[in-house]
């Protein structure tokens, strides 16, 4: 019989692990340097606490119960699980708390494929109790910094604005109203012509199907439809971001760009790549000002706005520019003991050279083979160094590759 990982599950081997870190040091790297500290939270949550926030459909949690018959789940993202964290352990913190994480995330194969991926990686950051126009400026900035890290080509942010396109939604009636969002979020042009509009409803939807492109352009005919006053703040401080982030990186507005997450209350956004025949999202985000209050023991609102980048979208790319690490880390020494009666002295000569600098890498030769296959083994192996140790801890050091 031959053992096979689990439909959906996949394993790592040291390769793919170097140039998975390779992208996760990069991007810790830039984490670290904004003022964000890592948050680890547990792999299994409880349905409610998934559920809460409507931030994914139940048939994609792999659920698990335990021996008290709760209903637990594979956490599918990160989010809720730091809210849940926040509000429930660190209710001394002082606000803003910028928090980054680096985990896998699972979903189940719902829709029957065979084989299908069900284990992710994910990066990212929540920057928590901060809202208005500098936070949604940093986060955005953070993004393109990590890609920035990356040496990542080809990209752009595609930015929306949740609470506006809600705000618009509204004028339509309720009972199709889900109709027409669902239409505009999959460009369909042929559902939202049969749905029964006024001729300025569905001249509405038409002109919500288009906003998306410049900027400027955008903003000018959003600010062309009957607008409320709630809604003309809300597109000036879109207007000023905008205006913050001119010239920065490439970015499309989209005030169609309708997330699945039912939180996001805010700007919204995705990271697209191009540099394949089709675009493809490599990350997500956007602002989640009352997602807190669901978890908070007093129902306090704490605002919020993160994102996510996707580890194997990211590898994908990276590895088919040729851009991520071929092979995987060498050793620098190989410490050879001469005779039988030499291994302490080796163990001791191999400790010294492990402690002398902030990372050196020393194996222990254990075979024990003759001179010609050591040094072949050291070549193979790209190891940098070969020290012969006698009995008395003399070494004899030679090149090794």
Known sequence: MVYQPAAGARDLLPLDVAQKRWIEDRLEQVFHRWGYHRIITSTLERMDTLMAGEAIQRQMVIQLQNGQNEELGLRPELTASIARTVVTRMTDATYPQRLYYNANVFRRNWEGRHNRQQEYYQAGVELLGAGGLLANAEVLLLVADCLAALDLQGWRLILGEAGITRSLLNAFPPEIRNQVRTAIAHLDYVTLDTLPLSEELHQRAKIMLDLRGDSREVLAKVSSLHLEPDQHEAI???????????????????????????????????????????????????????????????????????????????????????????????????????????????????????????????????????????????????????????ADGSPTIEAGC
Not at 244 to 271: A, C, H, N, R
Not at 289 to 315: A, K, M, T, V
Not at 330 to 340: D, G, I, K, R
Not at 368 to 384: H, V
């Open 236 to 390: 000036n401080n879109l207007k000023s971001l905008v205006e913050l982030l001119d010239g920065k990186f490439p970015l499309t507005l989209d005030l169609s760009l309708i997330q699945t997450i039912d939180y996001y209350t805010g700007i919204v956004f995705e990271v697209v790549s191009d540099t394949n025949s089709q675009a493809q999202i490599l990350g997500r985000g956007g602002r989640y000002d009352q997602l807190l209050g669901l978890y908070h023991p007093q129902g306090e609102n704490i605002p919020g706005i993160g994102f996510e980048l996707s580890i194997d979208d990211l590898y994908q790319i990276l590895a088919s520019n040729q851009q991520l690490p071929q092979d995987i880390p060498a050793s620098n020494w190989l410490v050879v003991p001469e005779t039988p009666d030499a291994a302490a002295a080796a163990f001791a000569y191999a400790e010294k050279l492990r402690t002398s600098t902030h990372l050196v890498r020393v194996e222990i030769d254990l075979i024990s083979s003759d001179t010609d296959t050591i040094r072949q083994y050291a070549s193979d192996r790209s190891i940098a160094q070969i020290a012969w140790i006698k």
